[in-house]
Structures are given as structure tokens and as C-alpha cells.
């Protein structure tokens, strides 16, 4: 079945350092792929998505780019805040499902 | 708009006691959804209601759990009686097929402990 694969945390950083978050995942076909993000006491929020091999997600300064080659979608970002500070979850769909295969989460910390 | 809310936060109950999670949806929102986080695991799905119908409930892990949606607006999932193996963080989420941008929304969660 289908399955998410990414880096263990938490990932510890210093504000405007460079961030990788690590994702791979394997799947049937032609998934669409997404990054969730949860902020402490808030829900789950799409943080960005790619339907196809190829594009680049973004949003908030995050990036990630379907890799169909390397089955991939790490995040990065080029310079993160402490506000960045969450749980980041990599996913992804089958065409036509909305329900989403999640990875098991990578906590973010950043310090000033 | 109020976003999916999730009721209670937290919540501390004994094994073989019965819990129930409560999820109120964005309004007018018609498919609802449960997953659960067991400590470090993944998300996984538990079931899908489009308005009071249950449309997949594959995700269920066993007949202690129920869920309903009275009505098509909240849905209340029922665990009885509770095991520790039920511990976790159970989310809510909500989608419209109205919209044209299908995206879901998740509420906080409920943090669930048996002891």
C-alpha cells in the first residue's frame, strides 16, 4: 500500500538557518503530494501542495518539489523563524481521493 | 469563520471507561472526517461521513469505536469501553465539495490517555 517516509526529529535550528525536511514516499500511480503543518495547540494546516511530477509547491517561504525520479518532496525553507516552530507532516493523495496518507511528523524547533 | 473545533481538549480516563469526542465542523461543510495519531506514529484515517451517511469507515480499528453524525453537523465518536492501546490524538477534519479548492480542514485535536 501506499506509505510516507520522513526524517525522525525533532530538527533543531537556529533562527535563519536553512532547513531540509526529508520526504519520500511510495505509491501507486501518479499521487498528489502535501505538506501539513501543526503550530502547538492548533490544528492541522496545509502548508503547500504538487499535483505532478515536477512542480514546486510554496508557500510562507517553503518550498518542495515533486521528484517523480526519487519518489521525493523535501521541504526546505532558506531561512526559518521561531515561529516556524511546529510539526511538519509530509502526505499525499491518490488521484481522486481526498484522504491523505500521512508520514509520522517531524518536529521543527528553532531558537533565537 | 470559526474553523473545526474539537471537544475536549484533553482527556484523562481509566481503561474500560467509556470516552466521547465530540467535532463540530466548518458550517455547511458536508464530508467529515476522524484520524488518529497514536504517540509518534502516523496520521492514520478512521472513517469519512458525507452529511449523516458514514461513506468509509475501512479506518475503524475495532467495534469499540463508533461514530455518528446526527443530522449531518457534528459527529461524536464513542470509545467503549477504552483500552490503553487507544491512546493517542484524535483530529477532526472538514471538507466542502462546494468549493472548488477541495481542501480539508483540521481542527486541534483531542489528546486521548488511558491509563
Known amino acids: 500500500g501506499d506509505s510516507v517516509t520522513q526524517m525522525e526529529g525533532p530538527v533543531t535550528l537556529s533562527e535563519e538557518a536553512f532547513l531540509t525536511i526529508n520526504c519520500t514516499y511510495t505509491?501507486?500511480?501518479?499521487?498528489?503530494l502535501f505538506w501539513y503543518v501543526q503550530y502547538p495547540g492548533e490544528g492541522l494546516q496545509l502548508l503547500l501542495k504538487a499535483t505532478k511530477a515536477d512542480d514546486k509547491g510554496s508557500n510562507k517561504g517553503f518550498e518542495a518539489t515533486y521528484r517523480k525520479e526519487t519518489t521525493s518532496f523535501h521541504l526546505e525553507k532558506g531561512s526559518v523563524q521561531v515561529s516556524d516552530s511546529a510539526v511538519y507532516f509530509c502526505a499525499l493523495s491518490p488521484r481522486g481521493s481526498y484522504i491523505p496518507t500521512f508520514g509520522r511528523g517531524t518536529s521543527l524547533i528553532v531558537h533565537p | 469563520e470559526a474553523g473545526v473545533t474539537q471537544f475536549p481538549s484533553h482527556s484523562v480516563i481509566e481503561k474500560g471507561q467509556t470516552v466521547t469526542l465530540r467535532c463540530d465542523p466548518i458550517?455547511?461543510?458536508?464530508?467529515l472526517y476522524w484520524y488518529r495519531r497514536v504517540m509518534g506514529k502516523e496520521i492514520k484515517f478512521l472513517l469519512h461521513?458525507?452529511?449523516?451517511?458514514?461513506?468509509?469507515e475501512s479506518g475503524m480499528p475495532n467495534n469499540r469505536f463508533l461514530a455518528e453524525r446526527t443530522g449531518g453537523t457534528y459527529s461524536t465518536l464513542k470509545v467503549q469501553p477504552a483500552e490503553l492501546e487507544d491512546s493517542g490524538v484524535y483530529f477532526c477534519?472538514?471538507?466542502?465539495?462546494?468549493?472548488?479548492?477541495?481542501?480539508?480542514?483540521f481542527g486541534p485535536g483531542t489528546r486521548l490517555t488511558v491509563l
Open positions: 505509491a501507486t500511480g501518479y499521487p498528489s
Open positions: 461521513f458525507v452529511k449523516e451517511s458514514k461513506q468509509d
Open positions: 458550517s455547511g461543510h458536508d464530508n
Open positions: 477534519a472538514s471538507r466542502s465539495t462546494r468549493e472548488s479548492y477541495n481542501e480539508q480542514f
